[in-house]
């Protein structure tokens, strides 16, 4: 996995989606302070699908979820320079939806997949060494994301772009809206 750091832009490339049609973005702080308020076990996934806690996490700005993820290696970028990589005249947007939130409490986010919502406290080591990550200082941001193509060393590549900057207002994406790529 290829990593470029700017303290404003992070790219990792080669990142897989566990072979589930979802990435998953959140201060990992966050989602175990929103696990312990409600008294949920390591098995986060079945009360976030079963329950009205699925729909809380997002619009708390605790997760983040992109659903429609395809099975196949994403460029990844995190972006906090107020400009869109994605924007350049040579790369194609297909998708692009703002209004998510994000609380970050322990100034790290990190992109990771379903698995480790099923065996959360196990998983949370491996998570941490494993799945791209991103520094931030704590607040309460607004991410918009960005998914389509980039043209990276003269190939197409499927590319997934957080830009994320201050949060203005309320959580108001759609939180069901698929990121599908062909």
Do not use: C
């Amino acid at each position: 996995m290829r990593v470029d750091v700017t303290e404003q832009i992070r790219i990792y490339d080669e990142v897989l989606n566990d072979l589930q049609d979802y990435f998953l973005l959140a201060d990992l702080q966050t989602v175990q302070d929103f696990k312990n308020r409600h008294a949920i076990g390591d098995d986060m996934l079945t009360p976030m699908v079963t329950t009205e806690l699925g729909d809380r996490i997002v619009e708390e700005g605790a997760l983040l979820p992109l659903p429609g993820i395809a099975n196949h290696p994403y460029t990844v970028i995190f972006n906090r320079s107020g400009k869109p990589v994605l924007e350049a005249a040579q790369n194609r947007i297909v998708h692009r939806q703002a209004g998510y939130l994000l609380d970050v409490t322990s100034e790290r986010i990190f992109l990771f997949t379903i698995p480790y919502l099923r065996h959360w406290d196990s998983g949370l080591p491996h998570l941490k060494d494993h799945r791209p990550s991103f520094a931030l200082p704590n607040g309460m941001y607004g991410v918009e994301v960005l998914a389509g193509y980039a043209l990276i060393d003269g190939d197409e590549e499927t590319v997934i772009e957080f830009v994320i900057g201050p949060a203005d207002g309320g959580f108001h994406a759609d939180f069901n809206y698929r990121y599908e790529l062909e």
